[in-house]
């Protein structure tokens, strides 16, 4: 029977009650509980998100691996090290302040045990935020050959939805530290140069929470980064001339714009009719 880790980062900027929920969403409240959840505690963090991490320290024993660092060392350092911790055959990603739905384990370790073909496992994902339960719904391609042809306009999956096979990392793909950011679509494609292959289950598995600068971090922060990886992987898996640059080009401008530009049309439909063409 296969068991599942559970791989998470928490850094000083996150809100302790935040914390506390995403822990009681993939451990009390999961119809399949992980065997091991691995927390990379990501430089100092403060008082009351230490508390929240000493409760559940105390709750789960060691079944909770806390990974400390001494200073912030960002989240794709901090998941390639927490990856040398997990004693599990599929990794669960979640992030610090997103809610998993009771049936997501169980789900998706149901899903891989009956697909071996399958190594990367998203499902959709159910956006809110403080003052609304749901403001969008995000789907992702279900089947690999549909992945393949999704990520030169966008990722193929929702990274903290995601669950992998263990095998994949001891393969020897891990997260690009290059990137800082995005470093999630930069190993999907890392993985499918690989071999590996990627499928999304259409259920609703995560609640994906929206913060009042979420637009800013993805229309500045993260935009030139992203395009770098898209670029990338284009050239690798399709070559130099082809017509496919297009779509990080036009990613690049769109998270150039002004925040209420770029807030208006996430929460708009163009965005998902232009996925799907």
């Known amino acids: ?35 091991q959840i691995v927390l990379i505690v990501d430089g100092p963090v403060g008082r009351e998100l230490q508390e929240v991490v000493d409760s559940w320290q105390q709750k789960l024993g060691k079944t909770l691996c806390v990974v400390k660092n001494d200073i912030n060392l960002g989240l794709t350092k901090s998941l390639n090290k927490g990856l040398q911790y997990i004693t599990s055959d599929y990794i669960a990603r979640a992030d610090s302040d997103d809610i998993s739905l009771p049936n997501r384990f169980e789900l998706q370790a149901n899903y891989l045990n009956a697909h071996p073909h399958v190594d990367i496992l998203g499902g959709s994902m159910q956006e809110f935020d403080e003052t609304h339960e749901c403001l969008n719904v995000r789907h992702y391609p279900l089947t690999h050959e549909e992945a393949v042809r999704y990520i030169v306009k966008a990722s193929p999956l929702a990274h903290p939805s995601v669950m992998m096979r263990k095998k994949i990392f001891d393969y020897g793909l891990k997260y690009n530290e290059k990137y800082r950011t995005s470093q999630d679509i930069a190993l999907w494609y890392d993985a499918l140069m690989a071999g590996f292959h990627i499928g999304n289950i259409e259920d609703i598995i995560l609640l994906f929470r929206q913060d009042g600068d979420v637009f800013k971090r993805r229309g500045r922060a993260k935009a030139w980064n992203e395009f770098k990886i898209y670029i990338n992987g284009i050239y690798r898996m399709n070559g130099l001339l082809t017509w496919k640059y297009a779509y990080p080009m036009s990613r690049l401008a769109f998270r150039l714009m002004p925040d209420s530009i770029i807030k208006a049309i996430y929460q708009s439909n163009v965005r998902n009719e232009v996925l799907k063409r």
């Open 1 to 35: 029977m296969a068991t599942i880790s559970v791989l998470m980062s928490v850094y000083h900027s996150e809100k302790a009650a935040y914390l506390n929920r995403s822990l009681q969403s993939v451990w009390d409240d999961q119809t399949l509980k992980p065997a």
